[in-house]
């Protein structure tokens, strides 16, 4: 395929350009990834407070329910049947799929935890990436009736509304979100410190448990500033390419740029996003002896 004639610093655009996509290619993939998180969150919203299975994946928190195999098999049967030459990684059944560059990075029930109690903020992810680097992303946050998707030569939208960053220029002012890993009970490798210093320097600092969804509310302006670590490339694919089509800085934290293998993401309106990297490298990790 020819490469758009499309040159920027972006995450997405360059990786878009490497894999040498068209823009038609991209309105037909986002078209795709648009349908297969519809199909998932179809079928979350049916088992919605029906659930007859929950299992542990082995770490405290951890859980997949019936619902997520059954969105997860629906996603699956639609994306194979629409492109078969495009790898996939999916939560619950791994990799399969030719082996090449481009890859369906598929969360079928982002907030499980969630989900499984009735509390209903959870969504499905889509995204789609090429070398590991987020091209473009659909979120259904279902029991919302939101669908967020972006991409390059396209922008990021909510129900087919334009949507932005804030503009937030100070922590002061802003309204931040985080999450914290499955393993924050056994490591001190998690963010009770910076949550606490954030919280105190913000004007609040909100945890909503499914980070596809936290990253589609900095995309649309609902929140300023979001980091996390302890994330898996399901969990970012499609919110990051939204996130950053809609104006958001991506990057790691403190430093470093984005690797969606490193779990780590800070994701912000622009306005802050040096002042949350300067802000987060003051944290120390909490004392062990407080886990």
């Given at each position: 395929m020819k490469k758009m004639s499309l040159q920027s610093d972006l995450i997405t655009r360059n990786a878009a350009l490497d894999a040498g996509l068209q823009s038609s290619d991209i309105n037909k993939l986002i078209n795709?990834?648009?349908?297969?998180?519809?199909?998932?969150?179809?079928?979350?919203?049916?088992?919605?407070?029906?659930?007859?299975?929950?299992?542990?994946?082995?770490?405290?928190?951890?859980?997949?329910?019936?619902?997520?195999?059954?969105?997860?098999?629906?996603?699956?049967?639609?994306?194979?049947?629409?492109?078969?030459?495009?790898?996939?990684?999916?939560e619950e059944t791994g990799s399969y799929g030719p082996q090449n560059?481009?890859?369906?990075?598929?969360?079928?029930?982002?907030?499980?935890?969630?989900?499984?109690?009735?509390?209903?903020?959870?969504?499905?992810?889509?995204?789609?990436?090429?070398?590991?680097?987020?091209?473009?992303?659909?979120?259904?946050?279902?029991?919302?009736?939101?669908?967020?998707?972006?991409?390059?030569?396209?922008?990021?939208?909510?129900?087919q509304k334009e949507i932005?960053?804030?503009?937030?220029?100070?922590?002061?002012?802003?309204?931040?979100?985080?999450?914290?890993?499955?393993?924050?009970?056994?490591?001190?490798?998690?963010?009770?410190?910076?949550?606490?210093?954030m919280t105190n320097r913000s004007r609040g600092v909100r945890r909503g448990g499914a980070a596809a969804v936290d990253l589609a509310f900095i995309a649309s302006g609902k929140l300023d500033g979001y980091w996390e670590r302890g994330l898996s490339p399901w969990d970012l694919a499609a919110g990051v390419a939204i996130a950053e089509q809609a104006g958001a800085i991506i990057s790691n934290y403190p430093n470093g740029e984005f690797d969606l293998n490193s779990g780590r993401v800070l994701a912000c309106t622009p306005g802050i996003h040096h002042e949350m990297k300067v802000e987060l490298s003051k944290v120390k990790p909490l004392d062990e002896k407080f886990l």
């Open positions: 795709i990834a648009k349908k297969a998180s519809l199909i998932g969150g179809e079928s979350l919203i049916k088992n919605f407070g029906n659930i007859n299975e929950i299992q542990s994946k082995g770490t405290i928190g951890d859980l997949v329910t019936n619902a997520d195999i059954e969105a997860e098999n629906l996603i699956l049967e639609y994306l194979t049947s629409q492109t078969k030459d495009i790898s996939i990684l999916a560059s481009l890859v369906w990075c598929i969360d079928p029930l982002d907030g499980t935890t969630n989900y499984a109690h009735g509390y209903p903020f959870f969504a499905t992810s889509i995204g789609l990436t090429y070398n590991g680097k987020p091209i473009l992303g659909s979120i259904h946050v279902p029991y919302l009736k939101e669908i967020y998707y972006g991409a390059p030569t396209l922008g990021s939208f909510c129900n932005k960053v804030s503009s937030s220029n100070h922590i002061l002012n802003s309204l931040l979100v985080t999450g914290f890993a499955y393993d924050r009970q056994t490591t001190s490798d998690n963010n009770y410190s910076e949550f606490c210093w």
